[in-house]
């Protein structure tokens, strides 16, 4: 209930706000990228997120990780590589920035996540999801939302079932 909830974020500290914030910076940079070059090019270099996160272990946790590992993320990336360097002259370049930062943030909440170990972090995704939510507000223009689609975003983020039976969603 919303009572392990809270004593969830409570004990889980620091790991539960550096969550929140990967989280919710995952969501608003996705957006932000898909809005600023191809969606196949959001989609492609967030695969990037796994091959980030030994990277970021090694900087962050000190652990080393394995010459087969390094050497996986090394034929990845030259296979990513190709769309980067294709937005380049394309005015793409900023979208695929983006897309990176968001595969950077996946995987840096992973690191989190599993640093914390034992801690529940499950609570924080609603905490991230609102600050998301307020991230896009600040950006965009809620007045533009119609009273059926605000109620179905509001269903997304509550029980799935609401969105079903919002009329005209």
Same mark, same amino acid.
């Given at each position: 209930?919303?009572?392990?909830? #809270? !004593?969830? @974020?409570?004990? &889980? /500290? %620091?790991a539960a706000a550096a969550s929140a914030v990967f989280i $919710?910076?995952?969501?608003?940079?996705?957006?932000?990228?898909?809005?600023?070059?191809?969606?196949?090019?959001?989609?492609?270099?967030?695969?990037?997120?796994?091959?980030?996160?030994?990277?970021?272990?090694?900087?962050?946790?000190?652990?080393?990780?394995?010459?087969?590992?390094?050497? #996986? !993320?090394? @034929?990845?990336? &030259? /296979? %990513?590589?190709?769309?980067?360097?294709?937005?380049?002259? $394309?005015?793409?370049?900023?979208?695929?920035?983006?897309?990176?930062t968001s595969a950077m943030c996946g995987a840096a909440n992973v690191l989190v996540v599993r640093h914390a170990k034992a801690t529940n972090l499950v609570p924080v995704v609603a905490i991230a999801g609102f600050g998301a939510a307020l991230a896009a507000a600040a950006m965009g223009s809620p007045s533009s939302v119609s009273l059926g689609d605000a109620a179905a975003l509001l269903g997304l983020g509550g029980h799935p079932r609401l969105v079903l039976e919002v009329p005209g969603a």
């Open positions: 209930g919303p009572g392990q909830a #809270a !004593a969830s @974020l409570r004990s &889980a /500290g %620091l $919710g910076a995952t969501f608003v940079v996705h957006v932000l990228a898909m809005n600023a070059t191809a969606v196949a090019n959001v989609l492609f270099l967030q695969t990037a997120s796994p091959l980030l996160m030994p990277i970021l272990a090694w900087i962050f946790l000190r652990e080393a990780p394995r010459r087969a590992t390094l050497l #996986a !993320a090394a @034929l990845a990336a &030259a /296979g %990513l590589a190709p769309i980067v360097v294709a937005s380049v002259g $394309g005015g793409r370049l900023a979208g695929d920035v983006l897309a990176l």
